[in-house]
C-alpha cells in the first residue's frame, strides 16, 4: 500500500531528533511538506541527501515549504546525525515503521547477492492543504534536492 496523488498527509505520531513528537499532518498545516525517506543515518549517500536539502533548507522555506527527514533509525542516532551535519530540519525515527509502511517505502532490496528488506530512497510533497502532488521513488541522490526545489516552487 502506498499514498496516491491527491491523497492526504497520515496523521501519525512520531518521534524525532531533539525529543520532540512530530505530527506530521498537523504541525505542517497549511505548509507545503517535503517528506525524503532514506536508508541510513551516517552513510555517504544519506549524507548527501541531507547536506543537499540542507544546502537549500532556505530557499524551501522561502518557497512556503518544510522539510522531513525519515528512517528506521533511532532518535539518539538522529540527533548525533544533525549535530554532525548541521540539518536544519527534523528527522523521523521510524523504527516500527509506521510511516514506511503507510508511503510504501519498504521494498525488497539486493546488496551483494543478498535479498533484503529496506527503505526505498524516495521523497514524496505535500501541498499547503497537505495532499500528496508529486513523489520521487528509488531516487539517485545527486541534483535530487535541485529538482524537488524546483517543484517545490511550481506548486
Same mark, same amino acid.
Given at each position: 500500500?502506498?499514498? #496516491? !496523488?491527491?491523497? #492526504? @498527509?497520515?496523521? =501519525?505520531? $512520531? !518521534? ?11 504541525? +505542517?498545516?497549511?505548509?507545503? =511538506? *517535503? ?8 552513510? !555517504? %549517500?544519506?549524507? @548527501?541527501?541531507?547536506?543537499?536539502? /540542507? &544546502? @537549500? ?6 518557497? %512556503?515549504?518544510?522539510?522531513? %527527514?525519515?528512517?528506521?533509525? #533511532? ?5 548525533? +546525525?544533525? /549535530? ?6 527534523? @528527522? ?6 509506521? $510511516?514506511?509502511? /503507510? +508511503? %510504501?517505502?519498504? *521494498?525488497?532490496?539486493? =546488496? ?12 514524496? =510533497? ?5 495532499? $500528496? *502532488?508529486?513523489?520521487? &521513488?528509488? *531516487? ?8 524537488? $526545489?524546483? /517543484?517545490?516552487?511550481?506548486?
Amino acid at each position: 500500500m502506498s499514498i #496516491s !496523488p491527491g491523497d #492526504s @498527509l497520515p496523521d =501519525l505520531n $512520531l !518521534p524525532a531528533n531533539g525529543g520532540r513528537t512530530i505530527s506530521i499532518k498537523k504541525e +505542517f498545516k497549511g505548509k507545503k =511538506l *517535503v517528506v525524503y525517506f532514506y536508508p541510513k543515518d551516517n552513510t !555517504p %549517500g544519506c549524507t @548527501l541527501e541531507g547536506q543537499d536539502f /540542507a &544546502r @537549500l533548507y532556505p530557499e524551501f522555506t522561502k518557497a %512556503g515549504a518544510d522539510i522531513v %527527514g525519515v528512517s528506521k533509525d #533511532s532518535v539518539r542516532s538522529h540527533d548525533n +546525525f544533525c /549535530a554532525k551535519f548541521g540539518f536544519p530540519f527534523a @528527522l523521523i525515527a521510524d523504527t516500527d515503521e509506521a $510511516l514506511c509502511t /503507510a +508511503f %510504501g517505502t519498504i *521494498v525488497e532490496k539486493t =546488496l551483494y547477492g543478498r535479498k533484503y528488506m529496506g527503505i526505498d530512497r524516495s521523497t514524496w =510533497l505535500f501541498d499547503a492543504k497537505g495532499k $500528496l *502532488v508529486n513523489q520521487w &521513488r528509488s *531516487v539517485k541522490v545527486k541534483g535530487h534536492a535541485e529538482m524537488v $526545489l524546483e /517543484a517545490v516552487k511550481a506548486v
